[in-house]
């Protein structure tokens, strides 16, 4: 049974800074990517980022270009988002996301993910 959990979230101020987690089982995820998506209340879930399992190539929101990071570990199987400089705005459930093929293109689009995340909320205070 593949899952993904969620981990890292929580509440901070802005300016402060928070690394989320994504602990990936189940199956092997080599050709695969992993995407962070958020989403806020009332609105519809937004690409934050994506790399690739295999290439660890990587593509950003340009919301978030510049302030975030997506990296991955694989010997631990875990993708990370790390978030500097966070704004009220940023404030979102965090989901993470798997699914097959990586392109910058695919990556911005939640349908083409097969696998979910519980998600982890991240709020930021003003």
């Known amino acids: 049974q593949v899952q993904l959990v969620e981990s890292g979230g929580g509440l901070v101020q802005a300016g402060a800074s928070l690394r989320l987690s994504c602990a990936a089982s189940g199956r092997s995820f080599s050709g695969y990517r992993m995407g962070w998506y958020r989403q806020a209340p009332g609105k519809e879930r937004e690409f934050v980022a994506a790399?690739?399992?295999?290439?660890?190539?990587?593509y950003y929101a340009d919301s978030v270009k510049g302030r975030f990071t997506i990296s991955r570990d694989n010997a631990k199987n875990t993708v990370y988002l790390q978030m500097h400089s966070l704004k009220p705005e940023d404030t979102a459930v965090y989901y993470c996301?798997?699914?097959?093929?990586?392109?910058?293109?695919?990556?911005?689009?939640?349908?083409?993910?097969?696998?979910w995340g519980q998600g982890t909320q991240v709020t930021v205070s003003s």
């Open positions: 790399i690739s399992w295999s290439t660890g190539s990587t």
């Open positions: 996301g798997a699914g097959p093929i990586f392109t910058t293109t695919i990556a911005t689009q939640p349908g083409t993910y097969i696998y």
